[in-house]
Antibody, heavy 118, light 110 residues
Framework: EVQLVEAGGGLVQPGGSLRLSCAASGFTFSSYWMHWVRQAPGKGLVWVSRLNLDGTTTGYADSVRGRFTLYRDNAKNTLYLQMNSLSAEDTAMYYC???????????WGQGTLVTVSS | QSALTQPASVSGSPGQSITISCTGTSSDVGIYNYVSWYQQHPGKAPKLMIYDVSNRPSGVSNRFSGSKSGNTASLTISGLQAEDEADYYCTSYTSRTTWVFGGGTRLTVL
């Protein structure tokens, strides 16, 4: 069974940093591109970032480019999102998702909540 | 990248059909057949319902169907059931090698 389990969320002050992780199981992690998608409270889904198989090619939304870094450890079957210079606008549930077929997010984790507040 | 445009809400009675539209541009929906639809119940993770405009993943009811014309994609749900009540989001790959979601549509089953 495919499972994606996010962790690392919590309360952080504006300007602070946080690292999220997404532990994958039930599939060959190194064979899939991976994504992060976020959802502010009561709002819609927003794509954040995407990473290729070996971690050498990334893509970011304009709102996080230069502040967020996506990387992976295929030996540990884990995806990471390093988030720096956080602001209140980054407050959201963060979901990791697997890109199954091209451009299709076929499995999602349950999310981890990030709250940026003083 | 502006979000794809979806109606904020739609509603229908059990057994009826509804259609949710998703309007993009010639930089996303209009040039790629990489349009997907996701269902999200309150407090839950999104679930893939349609991919590549009109394909259903294994296990998704054939009451769900998708289509596209020009810059607008559509999700149709036939034979509405109470459990279909949820938020629905479309998404498309874009020419900037990013993804863009729609703002979401709340489906109410009356």
């Amino acid at each position: 069974e495919v499972q994606l389990v996010e962790a690392g969320g919590g309360l952080v002050q504006p300007g602070g940093s946080l690292r999220l992780s997404c532990a994958a199981s039930g599939f060959t992690f190194s064979s899939y591109w991976m994504h992060w998608v976020r959802q502010a409270p009561g709002k819609g889904l927003v794509w954040v970032s995407r990473l290729n198989l070996d971690g050498t090619t990334t893509g970011y939304a304009d709102s996080v480019r230069g502040r967020f870094t996506l990387y992976r450890d295929n030996a540990k079957n884990t995806l990471y999102l390093q988030m720096n210079s956080l602001s209140a606008e980054d407050t959201a549930m963060y979901y990791c998702a697997r890109e199954g077929k091209v451009a299709t997010l076929d499995f999602w984790g349950q999310g981890t909540l990030v709250t940026v507040s003083s | 990248q502006s979000a794809l445009t979806q109606p904020a809400s739609v509603s229908g009675s059990p057994g009826q059909s509804i259609t949710i539209s998703c309007t993009g541009t010639s930089s996303d929906v209009g040039i790629y057949n990489y349009v997907s639809w996701y269902q999200q119940h309150p407090g839950k993770a999104p679930k893939l319902m349609i991919y590549d405009v009109s394909n259903r993943p294994s296990g998704v009811s054939n009451r769900f169907s998708g289509s596209k014309s020009g810059n607008t994609a559509s999700l149709t749900i036939s034979g509405l059931q109470a459990e279909d009540e949820a938020d629905y989001y479309c998404t498309s790959y874009t020419s900037r090698t990013t993804w863009v979601f729609g703002g979401g549509t709340r489906l109410t089953v009356l």
